[in-house]
């Protein structure tokens, strides 16, 4: 059980929204309410694994002997995982990271002025692919967050971030996914797959480093 395979391993997790500034009083972000990453961080806690939680802002207690680091933006979310890289052995990476940040940031609070408004966004680094191409990776699971396609574009996400495991999420379906209790996940990785259906993200997060712990002892023993 996972109560045994996780015991003494460090793993470090994202979770929640990153906030991208437009100027001080203003940012673009999403509705990632950390519930999943901070339940992955609950229960691999409980399994035995010393436990980084490296989190956007989001207003949810610190699960308990977890170490949480607090960050706003993408750039800032890389920073901590990089920090927290060496002697990690599993990174999960449940954060919904804003795809892009504005170009610039404005000193003062943009005036209302014209009747439109045009900003300029550019691509935030992608921290899940950049933790996974290191030399020292450790075993990577990323979240793949869909509405169609779902499996079609999961597999593809763990290829191109040459990831060893992906939980995706139907986002369509009702009451599950951003900022829900409940979630649905079907997990790939190389050579097999898993549907793990509707349950609370708690027993979801359970069922889930079962599966993690699992492929991660497979790929050791390779
Ligand atoms: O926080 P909750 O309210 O509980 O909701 C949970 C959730 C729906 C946010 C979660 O289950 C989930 O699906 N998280 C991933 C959401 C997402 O942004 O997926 P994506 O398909 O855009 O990204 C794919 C993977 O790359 C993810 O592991 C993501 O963390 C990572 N990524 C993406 C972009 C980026 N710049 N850096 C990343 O690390």
Redesign the pocket.
Known sequence: NAAQELAGLNIVI???PTREALDPVRYISN???????FAIAHAARRAGATVTLICGPVNLPTPAHCTRVDVTS?EEMLAAAEQHMPNCDIFI?????A?YRAATVADNKIKKSSDELTLTFIK?????ATIAARPDAPFTV????ESQHVEAYAKD?MKR?RLDMIAA?D?TREGL???SDN?ALHVFWDGGDEALPEGS?QALATSLLQRVAAQYNNKKSK
Do not use: Y
């Open positions: 994202t979770a929640g509705h990632s309410s950390g519930k999943m990453g993408a990476s449940t954060a919904a990271v795809d935030n680094p992608d921290i899940l990323g979240f793949a967050a996400k971030k999420n986002i996914g951003f900022n979630n993200k």
